[in-house]
């Protein structure tokens, strides 16, 4: 079984996630993601080229993609389209436990142009709906988040032919889905509150380490500071402040797992002028002192290598 993993990741500036999922021989990777570890018990925004499948294990979370949000529960899922910027959060402080599975389509599709491809996969692909929940209340949900059950046991236990069966799991995912929510519609471009929250977050990544106002955020994406709170709003749920202070403690948290500088550093690096505000923020958003979380990241399971 894969152990629960903390979900640490590396993005580019547009929050493309960097690590590989799969290998050239296989372009699928699997985690087993309990949020409560991860800092500011979330799984943060980002992105990626490939599909990615979601079943909840146990308790429940905050599911955000495309703009949209949903309170997933044990035993629903979700399925997160390509290049689709997501998170999840916990709710409540209570457990979130996701088994997920970060696949290429070319994993279902075989050769281009095959009739995978045109005629199950493209529709998928091509939804304007840049995810698709699933709940454990209706039936044909029901059965896909069973195939992605399926598919992430396979792919724990590695017994002979666990590719054949994960490959099959997604398969019988990807059939329910075509069958029951797949239209027939061109491809849409991203929206406007999508580009323009990307250029406001990149404008936050840059500048974290140093004080930075609404102004500033706002002016990244060419808008007023009422049209940058709607949209925040809007698109994350939460105010550019709340963001600004979630990623301040995210790369704080990788200076205290990966260097040995004081946490008086640490704090001054990520742009709190106090180091007692710096303390009292990161235990109010990880329920741990930094000193603490020092010791529990150094100790905690494999990294997981991908949302």
């Not at 590989?20 to 985690?31: A, E, K, R, V």
Request: hydrophobic share 40%.
């Amino acid at each position: 079984m894969i152990p629960g993993q903390i979900c640490d990741l590396r993005l580019a500036e547009d929050f493309r996630q960097l690590d590989p999922n799969g290998t050239l021989l296989f372009p699928c990777s699997c985690y087993n993601v309990d949020v409560r570890l991860n800092v500011a018990q979330e799984v943060p925004w980002h992105w990626h080229e490939e599909i990615e499948v979601i079943a909840i294990a146990q308790g429940r979370g905050l599911v955000q993609a495309g703009g949209e949000s949903w309170l997933l529960e044990t035993g629903d899922g979700i399925f997160v389209n390509t290049n689709t910027l997501h998170s999840v959060h916990l709710v409540d402080g209570g457990l979130c436990q996701l088994h997920s599975l970060v696949f290429s389509a070319d994993l279902l599709a075989g050769v281009p142009g095959s009739v995978f491809e045109q005629r199950y996969l493209r529709p998928m692909l091509r939804s304007p709906s840049r995810a698709l929940p699933l709940r454990r209340d209706v039936p044909w949900q029901r059965d896909a988040v069973s195939a992605i059950e399926g598919a992430y046991q396979a792919f724990a236990a590695e017994s002979f032919g666990w590719e054949l069966l994960v490959r099959a799991e997604l398969g019988r995912l990807w059939s329910l889905a075509a069958e029951h929510a797949a239209p027939s519609v061109p491809v849409v471009e991203e929206s406007g509150d999508t580009r323009r929250l990307k250029e406001m977050l990149h404008c936050i990544h840059e500048h974290y380490d140093r004080p930075i106002t609404l102004e500033e955020v706002a002016a990244a994406a060419n808008v007023g500071k009422r049209e940058c709170l709607r949209c925040f709003q809007r698109t994350i749920g939460v105010t550019p402040i709340q963001y600004l202070l979630r990623f301040r403690i995210r790369q704080a948290s990788r200076l205290l797992a990966e260097t040995d500088l004081p946490i008086t550093e640490v704090a001054l690096r990520c742009g709190f002028e106090s180091p007692s505000y710096f303390a009292l923020t990161f235990r109010r958003l990880t329920g741990r002192t930094p000193r603490e979380h020092r010791r529990c990241f150094s100790d905690a399971p494999a990294v997981k290598q991908q949302a």
